[in-house]
C-alpha cells in the first residue's frame, strides 16, 4: 500500500519544545489511523447500527449521544444524530463495515484521507483545550469515552476523550498544518513534547 | 446565549447559524401559485414575542433544531431536531 | 511640602528596588508599588494635564476609577496610552509617559485654555460649528478651518503606529460559581461555595486578593486582616475546586451568565515568560455569580476641587497604609460621613500630621469624635471647603460655615496643607449587576444607588448591596474587630459658594466637566440623565464616570427640584474597565488565520508557485519561471494546455458524498436538470438555483453506486451548498433518505487538460483502460496509478481533453508526482488559478464571478439545463416576468479593439464622452487569450445576445482605462466543443 502522507509533515517537529520550567505539560502527537469511518443510520436504524459496530469492532456503544468506546487500536463514538466514527489504526476498515451496512439500514462514508487526527494528552490537556474550544473540559462535564463536535471558528472538530488526560482530536485534513500550528503555540507556555 | 442542542447540550451561539423562520410552509412543488411561492419566499411576520425558527447547529452535530425563542428577551422556549419534528408535523 | 515615602510600613517589599523612568527621569520604587505609589514615593504630584484645560492634574485615587493620572506605558516600539497609573504594577524597567502636555508637564501651552474659561463649556462645539454660516467665526466651514487643529489637541494619549507584536489569548471556563470581587465578603462568598465542592472562580481586578482588608486597621480572629487575607487565600489555593484569578477584571455580563473578565497575565512583568500571553480574555459560564465587587468612595464637588494634592480619603489612606506613602505632610480631612475619619487616623499613623477635619455636618458620632482625636485633629464640624491654592499643588484650602446644605456669610478661615482627603460618601459597585438586571435603585439613607434586582443568577455581598463594614461582609462566623463607622452620608454632594468667584469645581474630573457645565445644561433643556451625559460627555471618559456619576445627577436633581431617585441614572454598559482589542481578537491576530491547503501545497511552492487566497484556501495563481510577468506565465501555461497537456491541482472543489436509496430523487430536485436517469460511473453538469429562481451553484456530480454520488462544487461556495442541502434534508423533506457529508477533505483532485491528456494518464494509469470506450465523455473509470487507488473522471473545464484525477488526499502528492512524470515527455506544464481562468474564458464558462447571486439561468445562458419534466428548487419562480425580461443583463464575450488588458469590473458604456455615463454592464472576467491573440473578458451586459457584433466602450474609471470594445459571443473558442470530445 502506498502511504498516507500527513499534512503536518514539514512541522511534525519531535522533542521537547515551549517553556522547560515545568517539564511538559502536555504531549501533542499525530495518530495517523488507517481508517476513518463515518457511519450513519436511518431513522429507526440506530439500534441496529450500533450493533454492528459491535459485532465488526467490539465495541459497545451506549444509546446516549456521544456515547465512545476505545480498546487498543479501536475507537468508535457518537457524533451527531444517528452518526458515529469509528477509527482504526489499520486500514480497510470502511470495506469490511460498508459489506455489513446495507442500503436499509444506512450508509458508510470513508473518512481515512479527510480527517487528521491529533492526540493531546497531559496534565493540561484541558486547560490547552479550553484555550480555543468553548466547552467544559471538566470530567464531570466530559467524561472518558464521550465524544462532542465543536468547531475553533472554522476549524471543525470532533473531539473523543480516551483517557483521564487525553484526548483525540479529528480535524479536517486541509485544516490540519494551519491547527497544528496553533496548538503547538497555545502549548509552548505549559511546555510541552511532540511525540 | 445559549442553545441547548438536543443531541449535544448547551452550547454557546457561536456553534450556531440561524436558519430562517420555521413558520412557512412550502407550496407543493408542481404548485404555480405565484402568490403562495411569493409569500414563502419573500414574506415574514416578525413576530415580537415566540418565534418558531430553524438554526443550524453548523459548529457541532450540524442538526437543523426547530427552537422556539422569544424575540423579545432572547429566551429559550425549545429546541427540537428539526429532521424529527418535521417527520412528527407530516405524520399529523 | 511633597509627598514622600514614609519612614517605614506598608505591605511593599522595602528590601527589593526596582528603577523605572518617568518622562525620562530615572526614579525607583519597591516591589508591591502601583506606578502611582511609587510616583508620589518620588514626590511627584503632577502626573498629567486635563483634558479640555490642562490643568495640572495628580493621582486621586488607588484603584481602578482613577479620572487624573493616566500615563502612556511604553515598551520597545510599542505605546500604550491612558492607562491609570493606579494600575501599573512597577517592574524594574518600567517606562511611562506623562500625557496631554505641550511642550512638557510642568510648562504646558494649552493651558491657555483655562483662561479662555467658558469657552470650552458644555456644548462648545455644536454651538460654534454646526449650521449655518453666520458671521466669521461660526458653522460648519469653520469647523473645517479648524478641525486639523482641534483633532491635534483633543484627545489623551497617543497611541503608537507600530503593529503590535505581544500575544493574545482566549480562554473558556466554567464553573458552578463565579464570584467577583475579593474583599472580606468574595472571600467568604469563595469559602462558602468551595467548601460544598463546587467549582469556583474567585476573580479579583487587582494583583492581591483581599480588597480593603489589604491596608484597614481591622483585626480578624484576632489576626490583623491582611494576614487573615493571605491565610485564607493560601486555604483556597490548596483546594482542587477553587480557581484562583488575581490581575482578573470582569467587564461585562452577558445572556446565560456569560461573563466576559480581562486577565493581564504578564502587564507587571518586564518579559512574559516563553509562550506566555500579555492578556488572556475569559468567557466565563457561571451556574451563579456573587457579585462583591465592593463600592466606589466618590468627591466632594467644590471650588479649586482639582488641585494635585486632592485624593479620595480612602486612597489616601491606603497608600499609607498599604504602600508606606505619605501623600502629604500636613493633611486636612473633607467629609460627609465618618469613614473619612479612620482614614485619617491612617495617615496619622503613618507619620502625617492631621490639620483638621472638615464636615459638613454639625453633629457627628461619638466613636467618630473619638477617631478625630486619635488623629489630633482639630475637627471643624459645620464646615466646608470653598476654594483651594496652590500653583502645581495644593498649599492651602478655604473653608467656610455651612449649614442647612449651603455656604453661609461669614469668616473665611484658611489652611495650610499639601494634602486634602475628601470623602462625599460610597457608591456599590454595581456595574455588572446593572448589565444583569432591573434599574438601580436609589437608596436614600445611604444616598447612594442600590444594586438592581436581578435578571439573571446572580446574588451580591458586602459592600456592594451597601453593607460597607468588614463585619457585615464577613458575617457571624468571624470576630471583627474595626473601628464603628456611620456610613450614610450627609446629603451634601456640591459645594457651591454663591457671591464670589473661586474657580472652577469639577465633576468629571477626566473630561473636565465642571459643576457650572452640568446647570447651564440644565438650563438648555437637557435635563434628562441621557441627555446629561451626552451634551456634557460627562462620565464617558475611560473611567466611565466611577467617582463621578452620583455627584453629577446630584447636581442635575438639585438643578430640577426633584429627588435624585426621581432623576435616576443612567444604564452602565459593557465594559466596566477597558478590555483590550488585542484580547479580544484574541489568536485570530497573528497565531491563528487558519489556512486551508491542498495535499500538493508544498509542491506548488518548491515549484516557485505564487499563491493566491481564495476563501481560506491557498492556491497556486502563476508558477514563476525565470523572471516572467503574471501575464507571461500564464499565457504560457494557457498555451501549453492548448497545445500540449498541462495539470492544475483542483483539491479545493467543493466535494459531499449523497448518499442513500433517495439520494437521485434528492438530487432532481435540487438540481435544475436530471440525475435519477444518471447511469453508474457517469457524471453530469449540474446547476442549482435558488428558490426564487437565481442561479446559486454549479458542478459536475458523480455516480459512483446506485445510492453513491459524489457531488462537486465550486470552491467558493461548498460550505453554502452543504448548508443548503442539509437544511433541505432536515426541514423541508425530513422524509427522504439521504445522509451528506462533506468529503472535500477526502479527496486530492488532478485536472490533466490537453490535446496529450490521454496520453499522459495511458502512460501511468493502470488496472483500467482510458481509451475513448473505456473512458467516453462524462465517464469515470477507477484504477491505479503507481500504485494508489485513483478515480478518473473525463471532464473539462479548459475546453480540452481533460480528465479529473481524484485519490485519496494523503496519496495527494505520489499521485501528483506519477502524472508528472508520465507527461515528462509531453512537456506537462503545471498551470494555476490565472491560466484556468485563461482557459475557461476563452470558452465561456461561467463561475462564481458570473453566478454572482443576481443573475438567473437565462442571463447565463443555462436555460438548456432547466428541466421540463419535473419540479426543483427554483423552477416555481425562474419564469417570473422580471427574470425573463429582454432587457436584462446577460453573458457575453468583450474582445479590447486597442489591444490594452481589460479588468475586471470595469464598465461596458454605449459611448464616451467627458464624464462616461449610462452603464450597460460590466466585466466579469478578463485574460489575454493566447487562442486568439487578443485581451478579452467575459461581461455582463444588457440585452446582451441582441448586441453581438455591436461596439462599445469600456469604462473604468478607478483605474484610468476607457477605450472601444466589440461585443461578441461568449463563446470565444472552439464552439462546437470538438477538441474536448476528441
Known sequence: MVEIVSPLEPDYRRGAHGNREGGSGVTLSETQPGSIVQLAAWPGQDEALRKVIQTVTGLHLDAVPGAGAIVENTAAFGFAPGRWLVVDQAEGRGETLRDRIGSDLGTVCDLSHGRTAIAVEGERAERLLSKLYALDFSAGAFPVGQAKSTAHHDVFTLIHRTGVDRFDLYVYRSFARSFWHLLRASAEEFGYTVE | MLIACPYCGPRDLSEFTYQGDANRTRPHPMSNDQSAWNAYVYDRVNTAGDHREFWQHSGGCRAHLAVVRSTLTHEIKSVAIARESMNREAAK | MSPRRAHNGGRIDRATRLRFTFDGTAMTGHAGDTLASALLANGISVVGRSFKYHRPRGVFSAGIEEPNALVTVIRGKLREPNIPATQIELYDGLTVESQNRFPSLSFDVGALNSLAGNLFAAGFYYKTFMGPVVGPLKGTRFWMFCEHFIRRAAGLGRAGYEPDTDRYEKMYGFCDVLVVGSGPAGLMAAKRAAATGKRVFLAEQEAEFGGTLRWKSATIDGLPAAEWVAATIAELATLPNVTLLP????????????????????????????????????????????????????????????????????????????????????????????????????????????????????????????????????????????????????????????????????????????????????????????????????????????????????????????????????????????????????????????????????????????????????????????????????????????????????????????????????????????????????????????????????????????????????????????????????????????????????????????????????????????????????????????????????????????????????????????????????????????????????????????????????????????????????????????????????????????????????????????????????????????????????????????????????????????????????????????????????????????????????????????????????????????????????????????????????????????????????????????????
Open chain 3, 247 to 982: 490581575r482578573t477584571t470582569v467587564w461585562g455580563y452577558y445572556d446565560d451568565n456569560a461573563l466576559g473578565a480581562l486577565e493581564r497575565v504578564s502587564d507587571h512583568k518586564a518579559h512574559a515568560a516563553i509562550g506566555e500571553p500579555r492578556h488572556r480574555h475569559w468567557t466565563i459560564r457561571a451556574g451563579d455569580v456573587v457579585l462583591a465587587t465592593g463600592a466606589f468612595e466618590r468627591p466632594i464637588v467644590f471650588p479649586g476641587n482639582d488641585r494635585p494634592g486632592i485624593m479620595l480619603a480612602s486612597a489616601a489612606a491606603r497608600y499609607a497604609s498599604e504602600y508606606g506613602v505619605l501623600p502629604g505632610e500636613r493633611i486636612a480631612i473633607f467629609a460627609n460621613n465618618d469613614s473619612a475619619y479612620e482614614a485619617a487616623l491612617a495617615l496619622k499613623d503613618a507619620g502625617a500630621e492631621i490639620a483638621a477635619i472638615i464636615d459638613v455636618r454639625a453633629g457627628v458620632s461619638l466613636s467618630a469624635r473619638e477617631l478625630a482625636r486619635e488623629a489630633g485633629a482639630e475637627l471643624l464640624l459645620g464646615y466646608a471647603v470653598t476654594s483651594t491654592s496652590g500653583a502645581r499643588r495644593l498649599r492651602e484650602i478655604e473653608i467656610q460655615p455651612f449649614a442647612d446644605g449651603k455656604v453661609k456669610d461669614g469668616a473665611t478661615r484658611a489652611i495650610v496643607v499639601d494634602c486634602l482627603a475628601v470623602s462625599g460618601g460610597w457608591s456599590p459597585a454595581i456595574h455588572l449587576a446593572s448589565q444583569a438586571g432591573h434599574a438601580p435603585q436609589w437608596d436614600e439613607s445611604l444616598r447612594a444607588f442600590l444594586p438592581p434586582s436581578p435578571t439573571q443568577r446572580w446574588t451580591g455581598a458586602g459592600a456592594f448591596t451597601g453593607a460597607f463594614s468588614a463585619a457585615a461582609a464577613l458575617g457571624d462566623d468571624h470576630a471583627v474587630n474595626e473601628p464603628e463607622i456611620e456610613y450614610e452620608p450627609a446629603p451634601v454632594f456640591e459645594i457651591h459658594p454663591t457671591g464670589k468667584k473661586s474657580g472652577k469645581a469639577f465633576v468629571d474630573l477626566q473630561h473636565d466637566v465642571t459643576a457650572s457645565d452640568i446647570r447651564l445644561a440644565h438650563r438648555e433643556g437637557f435635563q434628562s440623565v441621557e441627555h446629561l451625559k451626552r451634551y456634557t460627555t460627562l462620565g464617558m471618559a475611560t473611567d466611565q464616570g466611577k467617582s463621578s456619576n452620583v455627584p453629577g445627577l446630584a447636581i442635575m436633581a438639585a438643578a430640577r427640584g426633584l429627588p435624585i431617585s426621581e432623576v435616576g441614572t443612567t444604564r452602565f454598559r459593557p465594559p466596566f474597565s477597558a478590555v483590550s482589542l488585542g484580547a479580544l481578537a484574541a489568536d485570530r491576530h497573528g497565531h491563528f488565520k487558519p489556512q486551508r491547503l491542498t495535499p500538493m501545497h508544498d509542491w506548488h511552492l518548491a515549484r516557485g508557485a505564487r499563491m493566491y487566497a481564495a476563501g481560506l484556501w491557498y492556491r497556486p495563481m502563476i508558477y514563476g519561471a525565470g523572471g516572467e510577468t503574471v501575464e507571461q506565465a500564464y499565457v504560457r501555461e494557457a498555451r501549453a494546455v492548448r497545445a500540449s497537456v498541462g495539470i492544475v491541482d483542483v483539491s479545493t472543489l467543493g466535494k459531499i458524498a449523497v448518499q442513500g436509496p433517495d439520494a437521485a430523487e434528492f438530487l432532481d430536485r435540487v438540481y435544475t436538470n436530471m440525475f435519477s436517469t444518471l447511469p453508474v460511473h457517469k457524471a453530469r453538469y449540474g446547476l442549482m438555483l435558488r428558490e426564487e429562481g437565481i442561479a446559486f451553484d454549479d458542478g459536475t456530480t458523480w455516480r459512483l453506486g446506485e445510492h453513491d454520488f459524489l457531488m462537486t462544487t465550486t470552491t467558493a461556495n461548498a460550505g453554502k451548498v452543504m448548508q443548503h442541502l442539509e437544511y433541505y434534508l432536515d426541514c423541508v423533506w425530513p422524509d427522504l433518505r439521504v445522509h451528506v457529508t462533506s468529503v472535500t477533505d477526502e479527496w486530492a483532485g488532478a485536472a490533466v487538460a490537453g490535446p496529450n491528456a490521454r496520453r499522459v494518464l495511458e502512460a501511468c494509469v493502470e488496472s483500467t483502460g482510458v481509451d475513448n470506450d473505456a473512458l467516453p465523455f462524462m465517464g469515470i473509470v477507477r484504477g491505479e496509478i503507481a500504485g494508489a487507488p485513483v478515480m478518473i473522471c473525463r471532464l473539462s473545464f479548459s475546453g480540452e481533453l481533460a480528465y479529473e484525477v481524484y485519490c485519496g488526499a494523503g496519496h495527494g502528492q505520489h499521485v501528483w508526482d506519477a502524472l508528472m512524470a508520465a507527461g515528462q515527455p509531453f512537456g506537462i506544464v503545471p498551470y494555476g488559478l490565472e491560466a484556468l481562468g485563461t482557459l475557461r474564458i476563452e470558452k465561456g464558462h461561467v463561475t462564481g464571478a458570473e453566478i454572482d447571486g443576481r443573475t438567473s439561468p437565462r442571463d447565463l445562458y443555462l436555460d438548456w439545463m432547466l428541466s421540463k419534466k419535473k419540479p426543483y428548487i427554483g423552477s416555481a419562480m425562474v419564469d417570473r416576468e422580471g427574470l425573463v425580461a429582454p432587457d436584462r443583463i446577460s453573458l457575453v464575450g468583450i474582445v479590447a479593439l486597442d489591444d490594452r488588458p481589460l479588468q475586471g469590473g470595469g464598465h461596458i458604456v454605449e459611448q464616451l464622452g467627458e464624464e462616461p455615463r449610462g452603464s450597460i454592464g460590466h466585466i466579469t472576467g478578463f485574460c489575454f487569450s493566447p487562442a486568439l491573440g487578443k485581451y478579452i473578458a467575459l461581461a455582463l451586459v444588457k440585452g446582451g445576445k441582441a448586441r453581438h457584433g455591436q461596439r462599445a466602450f469600456v469604462s473604468d474609471p478607478v483605474r484610468n482605462r476607457y477605450g472601444p470594445v466589440e461585443i461578441v459571443s461568449h463563446h470565444f473558442f472552439d464552439p462546437e466543443g470538438s477538441r474536448m470530445h476528441g
